[in-house]
């Protein structure tokens, strides 16, 4: 009977330690709840736990495609500034050439796709460096935007778009709908998928994955190019939910989505990781911060301590890492 009970206890605790190791941010989103909720007496609210979701939503939507990126074992730091262009467009199409609002939603999509189709085929085809080709789009999004706002916000659009960031399905918001069906969408491609597994298997060992008979090319290509299209929906959702689109959206989204997939378990060596990982990284991440504003910490500090979480969070993929090896 005890010896029974020691076998239950100890398979108990292995999948405890499984679990929080696979949803290592779930658990930390628990205990940071906690400790807030002690230290602050506005932070258990429905109101207050509402604004995180909605803030969460669209660091989160990007945050699919940069695990996915990820898992390939790239990046992109365009991801900011394609939802910042993307959002402008969205709204200037709206606001000055008069486009439906349905019609300037699938030019921003377009343009979001393209975007990271540029990334995937100077990655993929031309051999740049990631991070060389990334940044060089970064700056191109950048520039486009400012140049169509004129550095000017483009306020007061379309009453028909505002339930896309500010409706409700019941009392959950749309935006957040959104994101989780996304979330849902691809952990099923990535685990139940032909290209999902080619994912992981040119994260893994691109020349391995190559000898196997996989087109390498075409997935970082194409995984890229979804990377630019979920940002693009992101900066429909933000524009929308804002109801102004500026130079300033999206402002280091691609560090905060980066941080989120690191959080949420996405290896940075490539090839493992789970894509919900990046929905609960990202959610850790705003209620971080939601917390760190309420007990008045200083925004200056908030950045020291973003660095430190993603150090963290880098950390301890090392360490997971070693001890396999």
Known sequence: MGAKSNTHGKNVMEVLAKFSKDYMSLVAILLIGI?????????????????????????GIVAIGQALLMITGQVDLSLGYNVCLTGCV????????????????????ILGFGIGAANGALVAYCK????IATL????????????ITNATPIANLPNEISFIGRGYIA??????????????????????TKFGRNVYAVGGGTEAAFYSGINTKMVIFLSFAIAGLLAAVSGVVLT???NSAAITNGNLYEFDAYISAAIGGVSLAGGKGKIIGAMFGSIFLITFFNGMTMLNVDPFWQDVLKGVVL???????????RRKH
């Open 35 to 59: 400790v807030f909720s002690i230290a602050s007496p506005y932070f258990f609210s429905g109101s207050n736990f509402a604004n995180i979701l909605l803030q969460s939503s669209t660091v």
């Open 311 to 321: 150090i963290i969070a880098i950390g301890l993929d090392v360490f997971r890492n």
């Open 136 to 147: 060089g789009l970064q700056n191109v999004c950048k520039g486009l935007a400012k140049i």
């Open 128 to 131: 740049l460096p990631a991070f």
């Open 240 to 242: 929308s939910r804002l």
């Open 90 to 109: 969205f709204a200037y199409t709206m606001k000055f050439l008069s486009f439906n609002p349905y019609l300037a939603i699938v030019v921003a999509l």
């Open 171 to 192: 009392a959950i918001p749309i935006c957040v709908v959104i994101m989780i069906l996304l979330y849902i969408l691809f952990s099923f491609i990535m685990r139940k």
